[in-house]
Structure formats: structure tokens, C-alpha cells
């Protein structure tokens, strides 16, 4: 597609929450003339039923797509697929594959969902030594997951040696981006540190982000804090 001819994506992107249907057509037109951002949104937009049915097939075709034409998100969006069964049968080596391309072509999340696999040994054999250099590298692109686990590393002395100074700030700096496992990890240092009412108001914000799984596991948590103030949150 010539650079005369090549939508602007994100013109359409924010089409799709006012008239999805047009914004639809237009992606599919340009997706089929082979742009590579275009094949990416609307795969996301299958994959969501956004103008669209909800079609995890052919999202998964059209990062496909995309992904062959060197698009680190749609790499990474391809390993979630096979992670997650959508639109093909669940392959974690696969999965595993796609998310190391997209982490070797700059995806921060494609850092961020390798490390994962690495730490988990799914679809790859355990390699921790390893997730902790791509936690660092994902936390090196602003990923504010990345900075929690990256912190756990340092907090528990995993594959470096137990930095707690290191473990507060990158805790912070992940509560601070809004990572709901980084609130409450930085409450807890705050709570240790007295600032009670600064840990509250993260661990309430943490509640409302939060999956349900982690949300119950957490309110389970803080019925057992020695803290009164944290025990209120629970009800």
C-alpha cells in the first residue's frame, strides 16, 4: 500500500467507538490492500466485536497477518492467542514463540508475557535467570507489571541478591502507573512505614481494578492485616 493510499489508523480507531460499522469497512478495505496497522486493528476489533461479531478466527487470521509483516503487537497478540485458545487450540510453545518475536522486535508487552513464560516454564523449560533479565528489560520500556515482578525479584532474592531499596522503588513506581499488584505491593511498604492512610487509599483503588480472584484473595488478606485501619477495608 502506498503511502498515499494508507489510512490513518488511528483516525479509524476512534471511528470505531462512533460509527463501528463504517470504521469496519474501511479497516477490512485497507487491511486487504496489505497495511499492517490495519490488519492489527481489525484483528483486535474481531477479537472484541467491535463494529464486527466477536470472531476469535479471524482475528487470529488477521494477526497472522500482521504479525508476517514484522508487527511486534500483533506478534504478541499471536501468543496470547495460542496461550489462551482463541481461535486455534491452546499452544503454549507456540504461544512461547510468538511472544519471544515480539520481545526481540521491541514489544514491551511481548518482554513483559516472555518473562512470564520463562518464570512459569509454560511452554519453555523454567528458565528464572532468564525472566529476570526480560522482567528488567520490559521494566526498562515503562511496563508497569514488569516493575512488580521485577520487584518481587529483588524483594525475595530471586536469581539477584535481596535489595529492598531496589524492591520499594520499583513497587512504587508500578503503583504509580496503576498496576493494581504494585498498589498493593507498595502498601505494604507503606503500611510498614506508618503511612496508613496512604496504604488504605491504594489498596481501596487496587480493590475496584483488581480481578475478582485477585480482589477475594486480597480482602481474605487484609482480614488478617495487624493493622486495624487495613482490617476495615475487608468490612
Known amino acids: 500500500m502506498s503511502e498515499s493510499r494508507r489510512v490513518d489508523v488511528g483516525e479509524l480507531q476512534q471511528l470505531l467507538q462512533t460509527a463501528p460499522g463504517q470504521a469496519h469497512g ?62 486455534a487450540s491452546v499452544d503454549y510453545a507456540l504461544a512461547a514463540v510468538w511472544y519471544r518475536r515480539a520481545a526481540e522486535h521491541g514489544s514491551h508487552w511481548g518482554l513483559y508475557n516472555y518473562a512470564h513464560v520463562l518464570a512459569n516454564g509454560r511452554g519453555v523449560p523454567v528458565d528464572r535467570a532468564q525472566a529476570f533479565v526480560y522482567f528488567g528489560l520490559a521494566t526498562g520500556a515503562g511496563h508497569a507489571r514488569a516493575m512488580h515482578f521485577l520487584g518481587q525479584y529483588y524483594e525475595y532474592g530471586w536469581e539477584t541478591p535481596v535489595d529492598l531499596g531496589k524492591a520499594r522503588e520499583l513497587y512504587r513506581r508500578s503503583a504509580e502507573a496503576g498496576d ?6 507498595w502498601a505494604s511498604f507503606l503500611a510498614e512505614e ?6 488504605c ?10 480481578p475478582a480472584y485477585f480482589a477475594a484473595a486480597l480482602l481474605e488478606q487484609l482480614k488478617h492485616s495487624r493493622h486495624p485501619e487495613l482490617r476495615a477495608l475487608a468490612g
Open 201 to 210: 487509599t491504594l489498596l481501596r483503588s487496587a480493590l475496584v481494578t483488581a
Open 194 to 199: 506508618g503511612r496508613l492512610e496512604q496504604a
Open 26 to 87: 474501511r479497516l477490512l478495505t485497507a487491511a486487504l490492500a496489505g497495511d499492517r496497522a490495519a490488519q492489527l486493528a481489525l484483528a483486535q476489533a474481531y477479537l472484541e466485536g467491535i463494529g464486527c461479531e466477536r470472531d476469535a478466527q479471524e482475528a487470529l487470521y488477521w494477526f497472522q497477518h500482521a504479525a508476517h509483516q514484522s508487527e511486534p503487537a500483533a506478534m504478541n497478540m499471536l501468543g496470547r492467542c495460542y496461550e489462551n485458545g482463541w481461535g
Open 180 to 185: 493494581y499488584r504494585g498498589q498493593c505491593s
